[in-house]
């Protein structure tokens, strides 16, 4: 009876690979994600119920209210597939005194923004896609 209960169960995760190779899901998860240079986010200051949106280039540090947000990588796939953007991120509150204070690590995802948000009083922030290039000039091209 197990191993008839094993056989049952294998032959219906082999018909869910099936069904989903068919409709091309499989295909698009193995894919090799494309590592981009710049992260483009919107952010809500919830007092003025202002929305900014703002890139910025990996590695790279900005200010958003009192929060200090830093991409360390964000990717995307090729236009020939699903669309599944991710970042993964830094976002430090700082104080009044000028200390910074780790509130937030972790993956955003541009298609489930509430999954990983930033959770904090008056600020949101959430990935919008990521970006090959920006107008902002990089890091290293302000000194």
């Not at 993964?88 to 937030?104: A, C, M, P």
């Amino acid at each position: 009876m197990r191993h008839l209960t094993f056989i049952l169960r294998r032959a219906a995760a082999l018909l869910a690979l099936t069904a989903l190779a068919s409709a091309g899901h499989i295909g698009s998860a193995m894919a090799q994600p494309i590592a981009n240079p710049v992260a483009a986010f919107a952010g809500l200051d919830k007092i003025t119920g202002r929305i900014t949106r703002f890139d910025v280039y990996i590695d790279e540090t900005v200010l958003f209210g009192a929060l200090e947000i830093t991409p360390r990588a964000c990717y995307s796939h090729p236009v020939t597939e699903a669309q599944r953007v991710s970042a993964f991120l830094e976002v430090d509150q700082r104080s009044l005194t000028g200390t910074s204070k780790r509130i937030f690590t972790g993956w955003m995802f541009a298609d489930s923004p509430a999954l990983n948000a930033v959770d904090h009083a008056v600020y949101d922030v959430w990935l919008v896609e990521c970006k090959t290039s920006t107008d902002i000039p990089p890091p290293d091209a302000r000194d």
